[in-house]
């Protein structure tokens, strides 16, 4: 049913399939994959643009992640304008490729389309001065690139303007690194660049909480529908949970309670990046099975989740 429906939508969405190449189903490495298995597919135009054909990409929701140009269908070279979409519709992110290769300005936004993040790309490496944005508009980050390497002076800093931290790199290796607390003091503990989330108790009561809040539906129970949803989900700069979204689904009902645990779990100790508070974006699957059992043997061991980016 669930191939049936995105066909559907395939057609009504392009006026018809004689417009489009046949769907392509990638899972989360863009790897292409079965139906069943997909976390996205890609829909390319027959009809060229200036050489090029026009390309989407979809949740399996129907939701729009992404537009871009391809060279062809059979090998995939990027080329031309590529805009990725946040799941509210608003762009999320926009640069150009050239063979492949992303090449001029990089532009990403928040959902709300306030500036998250510029710089420029050349040949496919970072270069010259980047710049990052926290939601109120102050400065989060900004330093140089020079062959993808960061170079020189890197300042970070709290969504009040204060400095959070200050590195110096010189031929790639870092050569000083200085926390601030946001008072503008010195900080004097442990210097750790990256810190994730941190669940109450740790990754074993997260694994504790989502087994124990998660209820097997009853349509689901009667069907005799088991498996697992992919659910991704965002843990903000202040350690709360948002942006909870299906990444690969099983059945309306378990999708729903599987949105459901994952929304109500309890704030985090917010991560950071360079002392400064940072949204990390993780995808945990959930487990649907009857008496704990899946496809006749035990239920799989609790799967802790995958980081999947830091965002800001």
């Given at each position: ?8 939508f395939v057609c009504s969405a392009l006026g018809g399939a004689a417009q489009s190449l046949p769907a392509v189903y990638l899972n989360e490495r863009n790897e292409e994959t079965v139906p069943d298995s997909a976390s996205h597919y890609r829909i390319v135009d027959q009809r060229p643009e200036a050489g090029l054909l026009p390309m989407r990409e979809y949740a399996m929701n129907g939701t729009l992640m992404l537009r871009g140009f391809l060279t062809s ?240």
């Amino acid at each position: 049913m669930k191939v049936l429906l995105v066909a559907l939508f395939v057609c009504s969405a392009l006026g018809g399939a004689a417009q489009s190449l046949p769907a392509v189903y990638l899972n989360e490495r863009n790897e292409e994959t079965v139906p069943d298995s997909a976390s996205h597919y890609r829909i390319v135009d027959q009809r060229p643009e200036a050489g090029l054909l026009p390309m989407r990409e979809y949740a399996m929701n129907g939701t729009l992640m992404l537009r871009g140009f391809l060279t062809s269908q059979e090998t995939p070279v990027r080329n031309g304008l590529f805009t990725w979409y946040h799941p509210n519709g608003a762009k999320a992110s926009q640069v150009h490729f050239h063979d492949d290769e992303v090449t001029g300005l990089y532009v990403a936004w928040y959902d709300d389309g306030k500036v998250r993040e510029r710089g420029e790309y050349h040949n496919g490496v970072r270069t010259g001065r980047w710049l990052s944005v926290h939601r109120n508009g102050q400065k989060r980050s900004e330093g140089q690139y020079a062959g993808n390497h960061a170079l020189g002076e890197w300042r970070y800093y709290y969504n009040t303007g204060q400095p959070a931290a200050v590195e110096s790199i010189e031929q790639g290796q870092p050569t000083a690194l200085t926390f601030y607390n946001e008072n503008g003091t010195l900080f004097d503990g442990l210097l750790l660049r990256r810190q994730p989330p941190e669940f109450p108790g740790g990754e074993t009561a997260l694994l504790d909480y989502l087994n124990a809040h998660t209820e097997y539906p009853k349509d689901a129970r009667r069907k005799g529908i088991t498996g697992k949803v992919y659910v991704s989900y965002t843990v903000d700069e202040d350690g709360r949970v948002s942006q909870v979204r299906v990444v690969r689904g099983l059945s309306a009902d378990a999708d729903n309670e599987a949105i459901r645990v994952v929304k109500s779990l309890p704030r985090f100790k917010p991560g950071r990046e360079y002392n400064v508070p940072t949204a990390f974006t993780y995808t945990v699957p959930i487990y649907f099975a009857p008496d704990f059992r899946l496809f006749g043997g035990p239920k799989p061991a609790p799967t802790p989740p995958v980081e999947a980016r830091a965002t800001w």
